[in-house]
């Protein structure tokens, strides 16, 4: 797929870390001039341009994306991939830990959308991906409100696919398993034994390994790409087989 973005300009958001970092320098090695919008993109590096916002604060997402478009020229490509979790189930977040994570989860995709649209709405190649999860579909225990979050961002692209499908956007989302990011790596070393959590983490994967977030990046390049130019309104699994799969006992 190498140059196959030549020409196409990209933003991802959460890019300074995990699958955006992952997905940013991909789309960048295929050939688009990507930006990434982060809360600290202090880890983004030439040729990628950093922008510092808070999918959470409307004013901070319009003035990066506004300078985003300035200096790129446009948007083609939005991955809308910043996020946060929760554990716990119903009975363990209050009100104030619900608002905060479909804050970021749910109306940081509205927000960064919002003000890209005028921008896709110019391109000849528009393409929006947003990272989703097997929580939205899996029905995962200890994991409530990340689960509604991430259902809502199912919901959300199937409808902004519908919306703007005859203008020429194309809106689709991947949904990883247990991917071998920072975010995880901070849950592993909560753990009392970490190599041992990770060992076990591995061993529930019918792949036997975590998916990498180099992985999930291709998926999400295939998916802003021209090639999936008649792909839309779909979520494509980037999980070992967790969600699909029903393994016998061995
Ligand atoms: P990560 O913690 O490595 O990276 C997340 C990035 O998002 C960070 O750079 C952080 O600064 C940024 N961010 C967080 N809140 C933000 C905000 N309010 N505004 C702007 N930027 C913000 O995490 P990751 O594992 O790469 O996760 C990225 C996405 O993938 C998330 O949406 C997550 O829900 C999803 N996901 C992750 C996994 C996994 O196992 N790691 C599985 C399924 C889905």
Redesign the pocket.
Known sequence: MTSTLAGLTALV?????????ATAELLSEYGADVAV????PAAVRAPLRGFT????DDDSVRSAVEETARQLGGIDILVN?????AAGTVADNPDEEWARVLD??VL?IVRVTRAALPYLRRSAHAAVVN?????ATAGLPQRAL?SAS?GAVLSLTLAMAADHVREGIRVNCV?????D????GRLLDAAADPVAERAALNGRQPTGRL?T?QEVAAAIAYLASPAAGSTTGTALAVDGGMAGLRLRPE
């Open positions: 958001t959460g890019g300074a870390s995990g699958i955006g970092l919008l982060d809360l600290d916002a808070d999918v959470t991939n910043a996020g946060t979790g970021v989860n940081g990272t989703c999860s097997i929580a990340y991430k949904n990883p398993g247990t991917v990011t920072p975010w995880v998916v977030a």
